[in-house]
């Protein structure tokens, strides 16, 4: 995706989480449930549901930071938009017919929602 269209991604992003709903991003996905509060999430790469560790979870969470923190910095829009809320980092694991949440992150602290191995 060049830099143009991810700006007009992020603009109508910001358009329909203005409204309650959440928006796709690249490989993330946005979420807004009210003015305090904003929400990315990304999916791990991992096909395989039991070879998923939590360091391999914490790695791709990063790679989730990484990737948001890179947005901002290409839209001031996102910027202003997300400047007053308190971000929450999400990582699932899509099955194909839905998904799950393994963990998030929100201000440095990590919160486990599934159960993995070292």
């Known amino acids: 995706m060049t830099e143009n269209e991810l700006k007009y991604r992020i603009k109508n992003a910001i358009v329909l989480l203005t409204d309650g709903h959440s928006f796709k991003v690249g490989d993330l996905t946005f979420g807004a449930k009210d003015n305090s509060h904003f929400s990315v999430t990304g999916?791990?790469?991992?096909?395989?549901?039991q070879y998923l560790t939590k360091n391999r979870a914490l790695t791709e969470l990063d790679e989730i930071k990484?990737?948001?923190?890179?947005?901002?910095?290409?839209?001031?829009?996102?910027?202003?938009?997300?400047k007053s809320r308190k971000?929450?980092?999400?990582?699932?694991?899509?099955?194909?017919?839905?998904?799950?949440?393994?963990?998030?992150?929100?201000d440095g602290q990590i919160k486990w929602i599934t159960t993995l191995e070292k």
């Open 43 to 49: 999916w791990t790469r991992c096909n395989e549901f």
């Open 66 to 82: 990484d990737l948001f923190h890179k947005m901002i910095s290409v839209s001031s829009e996102l910027t202003d938009f997300v």
């Open 87 to 106: 971000i929450e980092y999400c990582f699932s694991y899509d099955y194909g017919m839905g998904g799950f949440e393994i963990c998030s992150e929100t």
